[in-house]
């Protein structure tokens, strides 16, 4: 018998590591051709082949509130489940297997991730558990991650999926801008959210790690609604344009500005903010448009605003911009944010204003994990002390560097 198989057992469901490699190249050779609507039952199937029942798939939604259950045939469709008070929320936001005794047996709660992104979470029930099924389940939630990704281009059923109420059309168009929310390398991690995340305009925000530097960007187009959004879109594409061309961050600026004023004249800006991190040495440099200034976060507390040289917003024509510096320690994070998160008040009221801001992130940075749970957590709790709405776009991106390598991840053992 071949180390780590189980013994022969007529009654036993086989989920042995050949058994569970077979069966995930059965899922992989079918899933270059398989319509989109086919996936539910096949991996219902799946799932049913080492013995379990009961499968949901749970997406989670625009507002990052609930995870909800995808729509299936031989799915088991219950009611959406909060990401903040759930057994599939906590394998959700935390990347990492849930597993809940149950009288019948043992329920399964496993993170979709599709590389460090979550997709959501794929719910099931076993007799009984052990290391071959972890590990056969485990990589099965990943094809099923990667699955989901590459059919969701060509399809509008996840999407559907995900709306608990309706989008505007300038909302539709943001979305559809977006990276993935989250990314997590060994030497970095980041996350986004926007609010409000079914009529945001004028907010977006972008990054690529190419190599060892991670590009970042984050914009807010002035006004609202379907300008804002046209806005915002010319200046990610802009952004995009440059930062592929390989020139630096005034050259993106400078590029970013005549794209907005050629398109859209004098009387139109957008705030910007661009930023390069060596993910080597922790080296940060950014230029800021007339953002807010990102905080550095040490320890869990805010230590101080990354203050840099007043740049006048892309489309205004401003002078070439000073780039500014700051050496990173191995477990900084920066927080990124528009000025719609501390500029809400109500009529003759105070702004909410960074004090209130910093006293939230000092608070949260200690009783969440991850930079995804941080920033889920923080825009939430900002917006129901902001009065539980938003008059404009609130948007947060945080950066976390790690430090170290990654280059054993390349080294098959």
Not at 31 to 59: F, T
Not at 158 to 177: G, V, Y
Not at 344 to 355: D, I, K, L, S, V
């Amino acid at each position: 018998m071949a180390t780590g198989e189980r013994p022969a057992d007529p009654g036993a469901v086989d989920r042995s590591e050949g058994f569970g490699e077979r069966l995930l190249g059965v899922l992989l050779d079918r899933a270059h051709e398989m319509p989109p609507q086919l996936i539910a039952p096949l991996i219902a199937e799946e799932v049913a082949r080492v013995g379990g029942r009961d499968v949901s798939i749970l997406l989670q939604d625009y507002a990052q509130l609930l995870l909800v259950p995808l729509p299936g045939r031989k799915l088991t469709v219950g009611r959406p489940e909060l990401i903040s008070d759930s057994h599939a929320g906590a394998a959700f936001l935390y990347g990492a297997p849930v597993e809940v005794p149950q009288g019948d047996g043992v329920r399964m709660y496993l993170p979709l991730l599709d590389g460090s992104d979550q997709v959501g979470v794929l719910a099931l029930t076993l007799d009984t558990v052990d290391e071959d099924d972890r590990r056969l389940l485990r990589r099965l939630a990943g094809l099923v991650a990667d699955m989901l990704v590459t059919k969701h281009s060509y399809t509008d059923q996840f999407f559907l999926a995900r709306r608990r109420e309706p989008m505007s059309l300038a909302a539709e168009i943001q979305w559809s801008l977006l990276p993935p929310l989250a990314m997590s390398v060994p030497q970095v991690a980041v996350a986004g959210i926007l609010e409000p995340a079914y009529n945001v305009a004028g907010d977006s925000f972008d990054y690529a790690l190419n190599e060892d530097i991670l590009h970042v960007a984050m914009v807010d187009a002035m006004g609202h609604g379907l300008d804002a959004a046209t806005m915002a879109t010319v200046a990610i594409g802009a952004y995009r344009h440059a930062r592929r061309a390989g020139i630096g961050l005034s050259e993106i600026y400078a590029f970013m500005d005549r794209a907005i004023a050629e398109q859209f004249g004098p009387d139109h800006f957008v705030t910007a903010q661009m930023m390069r991190l060596d993910i080597t040495t922790g080296h940060l440099q950014w230029v800021n448009a007339g953002h807010p200034s990102p905080l550095l976060i040490r320890d869990g507390q805010v230590v101080r605003q990354l203050e840099s040289p007043t740049t006048l917003p892309v489309g205004f024509g401003g002078e070439e911009p000073l780039i500014s510096e700051q050496m990173l320690h191995r477990g900084d994070r920066v927080l990124c944010f528009t000025d719609g998160l501390i500029e809400e008040h109500e009529a003759g009221e105070e702004q909410f204003g960074e004090e209130q801001l910093i006293h939230w992130v000092n608070r949260i940075e200690h009783t969440e994990k991850g930079v995804r749970a941080v920033v889920r957590s923080l825009s939430h709790t900002l917006k129901q002390e902001r009065g539980g709405s938003t008059s404009d776009d609130a948007t947060l991106f945080l950066i976390e560097w790690r430090g170290g390598v990654a280059d054993h991840l390349a080294v098959l053992e």
